[in-house]
């Protein structure tokens, strides 16, 4: 079975500073996919960036970029310039071909951002 | 709006009650999902329809448990015999098709309460 570690409960930065949130993967699974979603208080989830495991190259939407490591199973979030908007938890989660595309997520890293 | 839209947002029920919750999806996805997300925790998956299908029931979905999706449209999830263990925020998401890689859109979540 896939598992998606977040060792991290809770980061904080400073507005228009760097922080990166830590993901830690397991799977068996050669064809797979990554995603960070970020769920603000009392709001719906929404998908902040996506890594097909197949691309070596790193995504990048915007401020946010992914540092994916596939030989160590690691998926770490880049937020740059943070915003008092990037508060909120965010979750990582993993998605398989043969595990019927479900998602596997994290336990979540509450970001804090600090004016 | 053309987003996922759950129904209701908010139930509080006592123990040994029986619910039922509404999900929309968004009207050219052919895919749904359930999961459910207790507090601080990442949302963990029950159960996906293909179309009016159900493929896919995860252990946790116990027999008190049951999701149709019966025209391939909107979803319902029904609890019966609640349970206190059973209130926890359910997702609902769509997809417009199969693959891993296709974004899973959630929608706002109802939450339940069992007294």
């Known amino acids: 079975a896939q598992t998606v570690t977040q060792s991290q409960p809770e980061m904080s930065v400073q507005e228009a500073e760097t922080v990166t949130l830590s993901c830690t993967y397991d799977t068996s699974e050669s064809d797979y996919y990554l995603f960070w979603y970020k769920q603000p208080p009392s709001r719906q989830m929404i998908l902040v960036i996506r890594q097909e495991a197949y691309k070596q190259q790193n995504a990048t939407e915007n401020r946010f970029s992914v540092n994916f490591q596939k030989a160590a199973k690691s998926f770490s979030l880049k937020i740059s310039d943070s915003q008092l908007g990037d508060a909120a938890m965010y979750f990582c989660a993993y998605s398989g071909e043969t595990s019927g595309s479900r998602l596997t997520f994290g336990e979540g890293t509450q970001l804090t951002v600090n004016p | 709006d053309t987003g996922v839209s759950q129904n209701p947002r908010h139930k509080i029920t006592k123990r040994g009650q029986n619910v039922t919750f509404r999900c929309d999806p968004i009207s050219e996805h052919n895919r749904l999902y359930w999961y459910r997300q207790t507090l601080g925790q990442g949302p963990e998956f029950l159960t996906y329809?293909?179309?009016?299908?159900?493929?896919?029931k995860s252990r946790l979905l116990s027999d008190r448990f049951s999701a149709e999706r019966p025209k391939g449209s909107f979803s319902t999830l029904e609890i019966q015999r609640t349970e206190q263990g059973d209130s926890a925020m359910y997702l609902c998401a769509s997809s417009l098709g199969g693959s891993a890689s296709h974004e899973q859109f959630f929608g706002p979540g109802t939450r339940l309460t069992v007294l």
């Open positions: 329809f293909q179309n009016e299908a159900q493929l896919e």
